[in-house]
């Protein structure tokens, strides 16, 4: 968590190498120039997922365009074991919230899936790009996650890598323990590969037949989160701070 | 996380006794009638934090008044042992995040301190409480969340009850594993109660200063919660999250 540099930090798409240059988009431009009132030869720190964290320098700033000269690189890529996150959308602001939260928690992949009682007819992938890289930038991690394509629970299950565990959030009190499942997983019983996904339902839960389908798959486990009702957002973020914990980087 | 009962659920301030009768409120007959659109005889779920979790009946319903039969008992009162949480005030939507999240996280007393660089000028406890309370009726715990009077860091601590441990959210990567002092409070290592509370500092941290008072003190342990720099909500409600799953009733 240590905060090493407060200059501004953008993630950007062009490839990112010492003494070369690159231009921002109008957004970023107006970023920096308005909202942060920075001026030619500022530093701002830039990353793209592949190379790395660099420094660069304000070479150039228009009202909407904005010239950039990198210099140093402050972390190389690092891989990222983070886990994937696959939730039935909810309203906009709690799917805004698990977006962010999950992208400042570590996950590396967020699939939005419609369950029988998700609500939520639609998704912005757009937005949800938005918000992940947004709470990238701000959190100082150097990957964006990939939002998946939206997808109903059948097809989202067909899809998924058999050897990776799914951990679905069993709200009906039959999962176990999350805690336990996780220290499990960090020891690798059964040889079982620490990678995981969480599955998190809707507002309304899974169905019933929902349930028992996943129950019948090898490579789900239910988890439980405890006593009290917990909202879908709560339920996957607090899930997440648990892998964390117990798998996770801290 | 079984939901046995899908009732309508409300806290009230009475006593709850069977066969007894009882007066809601205005807004709480206003939701019963026109939110939730019910009718004489149905059935309402009732809470107060003391008497436990009873059934009632509505027996008369007028536009701003509603007279209850309290039937059965559904659920004796239980002793909560949930954590406490204090938090430095952050902008009013994520406060009123973190009093709904934490309630629903098991929290049995929220404390609103004010550090250095906390921004927030002022918090409303009313709002804090109502917020609680809206929490602990959806989520289906037996009470309401203490909201305490809101102190500055140093008339919190002078404050604090020496037998329970504090474990600042250090994010300057300083403090331990948060899953490892939380193992270590489960197991007494060193004879030290598992009672414990957590204290989150502001979105710009806490001062160096801060944090070195904040060390010296002997109920005190600096938790860390991995790499990324955590927005303060999120981080409170990781805290919380582990917490549940580490040493709560998950």
Redesign the interface.
Not at 170 to 173: C, P, Y
């Given at each position: 968590?240590?905060?090493t540099n407060t200059s501004p930090r953008l993630f950007v798409d062009d490839a990112l190498k010492a003494e070369s240059a690159l231009v921002l988009d109008p957004a970023q431009a107006h970023y920096l120039g308005h909202v942060m009132r920075l001026r030619v030869g500022d530093a701002v720190r830039l990353f793209n997922g592949r190379d790395g964290e660099w420094t660069a320098a304000i070479e150039k700033l228009k009202k909407s365009s904005c010239l950039m000269t990198i210099n140093g690189l402050l972390q190389p890529q690092e891989a990222e074991s983070g886990p994937w996150l696959a939730f039935a959308p909810v309203k906009k602001t709690q799917t805004g919230?698990i977006v962010?939260?999950a992208t400042?928690?570590?996950v590396t992949r967020l699939s939005p899936v419609f369950t029988a009682r998700t609500n939520s007819g639609r998704v912005n992938p757009d937005r949800m790009r938005a918000r992940a890289i947004e709470a990238s930038e701000?959190?100082?991690?150097l990957t964006v996650p990939e939002i998946a394509a939206p997808e109903t629970l059948q097809g989202f299950l067909d899809q998924w890598p058999v050897a990776r565990r799914l951990l679905v959030l069993?709200?009906?009190?039959a999962g176990q323990?999350?805690?336990q499942v996780?220290e499990d997983l960090r020891g690798g019983n059964g040889g079982i590969s620490p990678e995981c996904g969480f599955l998190s339902g809707p507002e309304g839960?899974f169905e019933t037949s929902e349930l028992e389908s996943l129950r019948n798959l090898d490579f789900v486990t239910g988890v439980?989160?405890?006593?009290?009702?917990?909202?879908a957002e709560?339920a996957a973020?607090?899930?997440l701070?648990?892998w964390?914990?117990?798998l996770?980087?801290?």
């Open positions: 968590m240590t905060k919230l962010e939260k400042e928690l570590g701000q959190c100082g991690r069993d709200e009906t009190g323990p999350i805690a996780l839960g439980g989160l405890g006593r009290r009702i917990l909202r709560t973020l607090s899930a701070a648990c964390q914990a117990i996770g980087d801290v």
